[in-house]
């Protein structure tokens, strides 16, 4: 049978990888699919012509990042009627209707496993094993970096900086990690995950993010006095009235299964009526499981059975701002008598409830730590500005949303 | 476009299961696959005919559960030229091959996601995600009954027997519970995965396994003592002279992603150099739970690519019996000067090196509990034997596996 002809469009960390593992596997491909997969022409950002390499090839597989350029490649491939296999989250968080759209109309596979936490399958569980599922929501951690950093904190009781520092040291955050730890990596994430649960239309614009740079060892002690590891959490859901999806670090009770996925690890818990809840959890980045992830999506575009289902036609859903949560709150006061009355007594004029607290320190630097049942944001919001303003508050207050087994 | 035909064979609690959610997510089915599902007909054990079943039906779902009639519908389906999906592990743990082969001459689908860890997606992301990897080990929790009862052992601290009772009264374990707390049904699930992960004609005779009916509360408290978790794991891997397939108790070590899967979890680790590991965990049975497994193999057999990739031939591979593994050795001992000199001379004869000791008791009723470093299991047996004869034994040592961070 003739071969199978790969143009690599990118050649860093992941695209050297998928060179080397495509090499090593070609025998199982040519097992498995019939045709001996050949990389007949690369694009790096100084060489290589994308016209040419497209001409020559039968499948195309899109590691050169960025979203205008592989935008223009991708579509290019897919209306040259060549199934293309991609690892770019940017790109489709910003325009996947478009380009799944394309590969329906043409009829091409538009692989992208490794999107999304790299190796673990996530991907193709949403889109094939749960395709007749009715789920109602996901929470994933979905950014290694951050997860790294988090877990180091819980570790070592060190300071966001340091634990940064230590995952720069390792290679598991670039020198400049905004996009990681600022939370807008897993927004992209969260996006695509969102569209495949719920078939809604989802832009990285629609999707609310808080970072980890404000996180406190502090935080970290509290939360371990409450039972709680504290995450950078992905949530996808619905709700009465659409859909909400989010980012934002999140305290989560012991039991949680996303509690214990440590070091630089991703991991997706996928909650339906129907199943009650699946977690997949593995290395979320890295060249060879990248890769890994990317091998599996060529092997399947060109398999016997015809390659991927495609993508349903997405709907518009509403998406909403204002989700309901529980939180954690911290709070620097002067404790004076009376104190806790009149936080308990704003929190209530909005339907706040306390479930537990924690004070630490005595006179002028008392702090007192909250757990608050869950309520919509916006009512915390207000209750926060409320208690802002009393004088014995001597910094704003900090919240952080808490998953707790009970209010789930 | 014409309805999609199915025809049930078995009615118990995953049919019921089925039945309903494929009412409840007809329109789903209806706009992933083009085809609105209905079912034709129903065999139970009292009533029904299969040959007319067969006649209507475009596709047929086996959940009729034993092996002989199974086999005579699933083999009479594929040659009738239907796309067949079933939950039926011990027809696929012997007969798999034929089957498989058959499915494979007809260019027909054979879906069985929910034959083993139900809802779980190890079989879909083994044959389609990991189809490109090589994969050199997977453990896994299979088996939901043992896996509660052991969790309420570690909980309560109770004995075996009141556990079981307690996971019957709960319905996590039959009347009869001789297959699950055997080893039985979790030795037909590893043929299964063995067979996909590693390409190999594995047979339910191929698996070696033990059950947890000897398993005592002491042993749990002594693990909490080693920091270990107690699990009846089963274990596919690759040897250096071919493969070993095996389920039994096994000590795990904190961080193992198996440990902390509780209750009446599945969970399977799939390890390899290329991805490191992953792991999916999730209800593994259950009716609404597997049902939903049923469906997503209904929907992949029809949907519009075409169907589930077939299965690859399976090659014949040596399956080895005498595997390397660290062990947990409990002794019974009359306590004497040199007692320990002469247990670690025995052991020291046949390879086997002492990780760590704990000793509780004194004088005649002494408990010598140790942790061994990885040696052939034969060897050990044969140090045990040794051991077994010296004078100051009061019981027959008794070994369960280890399976530990640093030997892996």
């Known amino acids: 049978m003739r071969p199978l002809r790969i143009g690599l469009l990118g050649h860093g960390t992941v695209g050297g990888a998928f060179e080397r593992l495509l090499s090593e596997r070609a025998e199982r491909v040519e097992q498995l699919t019939g045709r001996r997969p050949e990389i007949v022409g690369v694009l790096t950002r100084t060489g290589g012509d994308f016209a040419e390499i497209l001409e020559r090839s039968d499948l195309i597989v899109e590691l050169i990042g960025g979203v205008d350029d592989a935008l223009d490649y991708v579509r290019r491939a897919l209306e ?14 910003r325009h996947g209707e478009e380009l799944w759209q394309l590969a329906r109309e043409r009829e091409r596979s538009l692989g992208f496993e490794a999107a ?24 994933g951690i979905v950014n290694g970096t951050t997860n790294f950093i988090l877990s180091e904190m819980a570790r070592t009781s060190c300071s966001y900086e340091t634990a940064l520092a230590e995952a720069q040291r390792l290679g598991y955050a670039e020198s400049n990690p905004a996009d990681d730890v600022g939370g807008a990596d897993a927004a992209a994430k969260m996006a695509i995950l969102a569209r495949l649960a ?71 818990t996928v909650e339906s009526e129907a199943i009650t809840e699946i977690t997949m959890s593995g290395p ?21 059975a015809g390659g991927a289902r495609p993508m349903p036609a997405a709907t518009a859903v509403p998406i909403i701002e204002d989700a309901v949560s529980a939180f954690y709150l911290h709070m620097e006061v002067a404790d004076r008598p ?19 607290v924690i004070q630490r320190g005595l006179g002028e630097n008392a702090q007192l730590v909250m757990v608050i049942h869950p309520l919509l944001e916006s009512r915390l919001r207000t209750a926060i500005e409320a208690i802002g303003g009393l004088d014995f508050i001597r910094s704003q207050p900090r919240k952080i949303r808490v998953i707790d087994e009970e209010f789930e």
Do not use: C, M, W
């Open 80 to 93: 040259a009627d060549r199934d293309v296999v991609t690892a770019n989250k940017q790109l489709l968080s």
């Open 116 to 139: 999304v936490a790299g190796v673990v399958p996530v991907i193709r569980v949403l889109r094939e094993s749960l395709a007749g599922t009715r789920i109602e929501r996901i929470h």
């Open 198 to 268: 719920f078939d809604a239309r989802v832009h990285i614009d629609d999707v609310r993010y808080e970072g980890i740079e404000q996180i406190t060892a502090g935080d970290i002690a509290y939360a371990r006095d409450f039972g709680l590891a504290l995450k950078l959490i992905g949530t996808a859901e619905r709700t009465r009235d659409g859909i909400s999806v989010r980012v934002h670090p999140a305290f989560l009770y012991a039991g949680h299964p996303l509690a214990s996925v440590g070091g630089s690890f991703n991991a997706v």
């Open 284 to 304: 979320g980045a890295g060249g060879t499981q990248t890769a890994s992830a990317v091998l599996g999506d060529v092997i399947a575009a060109v398999s016997a």
């Open 338 to 356: 009376g104190v806790l009355a009149q936080i308990a007594q704003r929190l209530g004029e909005q339907g706040a409830s306390i479930k537990s």
